[in-house]
């Protein structure tokens, strides 16, 4: 998806996955994540010095995680969107991708809260918050809550091409500023 969205979007924006920022480690733990989405956040911060952004694409990083990044304020605005699917299209998916078996309830509960933090970002914080980063500003989900705005998209019974067809319209919309977007005015 993203080698179509990625192209359409240069120069004004770079498209990458977290491990196109930071090296992947032997074991991928909440920690290593957080401090990639850390990461994430201050290249989005460079890329705005210059009038550009950052699409993070690829990895299933939680909207919480970036807004709790220690560098999240210093940005303009976050716009998060998430791919979701129907849990039976998406243990499809997996089978196919060649995902091991006994990972499937993992991965559909993941989603599952992801659904759910999509409009609620004080569901159940533990699944991030406990045992992460300790640098991780969780507090600022609180601040956000009333002005939490997430774009979901229904991948279920789409293409590859009509899914990266549908996050290239989101982020035309989001760079209009015709997409929920958090900022931290105030926090």
Same mark, same amino acid.
């Given at each position: 998806?993203?080698?179509?969205?990625?192209?359409?979007?240069? *120069?004004?924006?770079?498209?990458?996955?977290?491990?196109?920022?930071?090296?992947?480690?032997?074991?991928?733990?909440?920690?290593?994540? #957080? #401090?990639?989405?850390?990461?994430?956040?201050?290249?989005?911060?460079?890329?705005?010095?210059?009038?550009?952004?950052?699409?993070?694409? /690829?990895?299933?990083?939680?909207?919480?995680?970036?807004?709790?990044?220690?560098?999240?304020?210093?940005?303009?605005?976050?716009?998060?969107?998430?791919?979701? $699917?129907?849990?039976?299209?998406?243990?499809?998916?997996?089978? $196919?991708?060649?995902? @091991?078996?006994?990972?499937? *309830? @993992?991965? #559909?509960?993941?989603?599952?809260?992801?659904? +759910? #933090?999509?409009?609620?970002?004080?569901?159940?914080?533990?699944?991030?918050?406990?045992?992460?980063?300790?640098?991780? +500003?969780?507090?600022?989900? %609180?601040?956000?809550?009333?002005?939490? %705005?997430?774009?979901?998209?229904?991948?279920? @019974?789409? =293409? +590859?091409?009509?899914?990266?067809?549908?996050?290239?319209?989101?982020?035309?919309?989001?760079?209009?500023?015709? $997409?929920?977007?958090?900022?931290? =005015? /105030?926090?």
């Amino acid at each position: 998806m993203r080698a179509v969205v990625a192209p359409e979007l240069s *120069p004004a924006v770079e498209c990458v996955e977290l491990s196109d920022l930071t090296p992947l480690p032997a074991a991928m733990t909440r920690v290593w994540r #957080q #401090q990639a989405a850390e990461t994430a956040v201050r290249r989005a911060g460079e890329l705005q010095a210059s009038g550009r952004h950052l699409l993070l694409a /690829g990895d299933p990083v939680p909207a919480a995680e970036i807004v709790a990044a220690p560098s999240a304020p210093r940005l303009d605005a976050i716009a998060a969107c998430l791919l979701d $699917a129907t849990p039976e299209a998406q243990a499809e998916r997996l089978t $196919a991708r060649g995902d @091991h078996p006994a990972l499937l *309830p @993992h991965h #559909q509960a993941f989603a599952e809260w992801m659904r +759910r #933090q999509a409009s609620d970002p004080l569901h159940m914080t533990h699944v991030v918050s406990d045992a992460g980063w300790e640098e991780m +500003r969780w507090e600022r989900l %609180g601040e956000l809550a009333p002005e939490w %705005g997430m774009h979901t998209i229904d991948t279920t @019974h789409m =293409t +590859r091409r009509e899914a990266a067809d549908a996050v290239l319209d989101w982020c035309r919309r989001a760079l209009a500023g015709d $997409a929920p977007a958090l900022r931290f =005015t /105030g926090v």
